[in-house]
C-alpha cells in the first residue's frame, strides 16, 4: 500500500474496529495500524492479510500505547465496558480512555475519533444514573475534547448486529422468526446503527476533512444512525425480505441495572436520535455513504437467517 498516512486503530477485532479497517483499506488513502494484546489471533492474522499493519500494544500499559501509536496520523478508540471492582488488571473505561488519549498526545497524533454515546446521567436529568458504559464514555469524550488533540465523537444508537451477536432474533422451530427487545414495544421508535457498514463510512469522512474542516469538526459528536424506526416495522422488512413471519416480543428485563435502565432510557428517548435527520447530513456532507436498513436486511440478516 502506497499511503504512508497511518490510521492506528484500537478495538481493532471488534465489530466497529473491523469497519474502519475495511472501509480504510478499500479507499487507501490512509494505512490502518491494528493495534491488539494478541496479534497472533485469528482476525489480528486475517486482517494483516488483507493489507493492515497489527501491532501488539495493551490499553493498560502507557509505554506500549506510545510505541504502538509512533507514527500515526490518526487514531480511532472503541474503549471496552467494564463494572467495579476495578484494578491494575482491570481498570474502568475512564482510566484505559485517558490513558489512550494521553498516550496519543505524547505519540503526536494530530486526531482522534472516538466511539462514544451520550451521558445519559446527564441527558435525563439524573434519572438514569446506573448506565456507567454510556457516563463512562461521556467522562472520556469531555477529557479528549480537553487534550487539545484535533478530535470527534461518533454517537452510536442500537448495533443492528445486535440481532445475531446478542440473539435478539431468534428461528422458532415452525420456521418463522420472533424480534425480542427488553422494554420496547412494537411501536416504540429506537434509532439503530448498522455497525460493519456506517461506522466506517463516518470514521472515514472525518479523516479525510478534519485537516481542512477543523474549526468545523473537532470538538463535535455525531450521531451515526442508519433508521430511527420502531422494533415492528424492523420486523416488517426482515419478514418481507425473507419471505417469513416475524414477531415482535417484549423481552423480560436483563436482571443488570446497567442494562435495564439502558433500555428503558432508550425506549423513554426513542433511541436517543430522533431528531437526527436519517442519514445524517453532518456526515453525508463529508462525504460518507450510509447504508440503509434494507441493505442491511439484504446483505446480512439473509444469508444467517434465510433458511
Do not use: C
Request: net charge negative; glycine share 8%; proline share 5%.
Amino acid at each position: 500500500m502506497s499511503s504512508s498516512r497511518i490510521v492506528a486503530v484500537i478495538g481493532a477485532t471488534g465489530q466497529q474496529g473491523l469497519s474502519v479497517i475495511r472501509k480504510v483499506l478499500e479507499d487507501k488513502t490512509f494505512t490502518p495500524r491494528a493495534l491488539t494484546r494478541d496479534p497472533s489471533s485469528a482476525t489480528s492474522k486475517q486482517i494483516q492479510e488483507q493489507g493492515a499493519e497489527v501491532v501488539k500494544a495493551d490499553t493498560r500499559d502507557k509505554v506500549s500505547l506510545v510505541d504502538a501509536l509512533r507514527g500515526s496520523e490518526a487514531l480511532f478508540i472503541v474503549t471496552l465496558s467494564g463494572y467495579p471492582p476495578y484494578s491494575a488488571d482491570k481498570p474502568s473505561e475512564v482510566t484505559i480512555g485517558k490513558n489512550i488519549v494521553d498516550a496519543a498526545k505524547e505519540a503526536g497524533v494530530r486526531f482522534i475519533v472516538f466511539s462514544s454515546g451520550p451521558g445519559l446521567t446527564k441527558l435525563t436529568g439524573g434519572k438514569y444514573s446506573k448506565v456507567s458504559f454510556y457516563d463512562d464514555k461521556a467522562q472520556v469524550e469531555e477529557y479528549l475534547k480537553a487534550s487539545g488533540i484535533l478530535n470527534a465523537s461518533l454517537h452510536l444508537g442500537t448495533f443492528t448486529e445486535n440481532m445475531w451477536t446478542q440473539g435478539t432474533l431468534k428461528k422458532n422451530e415452525t420456521g418463522t422468526l420472533t424480534l425480542s427487545v427488553p422494554f420496547f414495544t412494537a411501536s416504540d421508535i429506537n434509532g439503530f446503527t448498522w455497525v460493519g457498514h456506517d461506522v466506517g463510512e463516518a470514521t472515514l469522512a472525518l479523516l479525510k476533512n478534519y485537516e481542512t474542516k477543523s474549526d468545523d469538526i473537532s470538538g463535535r459528536a455525531y450521531p451515526v444512525v442508519t433508521a430511527n424506526i420502531s422494533h415492528g416495522e424492523f420486523a416488517a422488512i426482515i419478514s418481507k425480505v425473507l419471505g417469513k413471519e416475524v414477531t415482535f416480543i417484549t423481552a423480560p428485563p436483563i436482571g443488570h441495572p446497567n442494562y435495564d435502565e439502558m433500555f428503558e432510557a432508550a425506549r423513554e428517548y426513542q433511541g436517543f436520535y430522533i431528531s437526527t435527520p436519517v442519514p445524517n447530513p453532518e456526515l453525508t456532507g463529508l462525504g460518507a455513504k450510509f447504508g440503509t436498513i434494507e441493505e442491511f436486511v439484504q446483505t446480512e440478516i439473509k444469508k444467517r437467517f434465510s433458511d
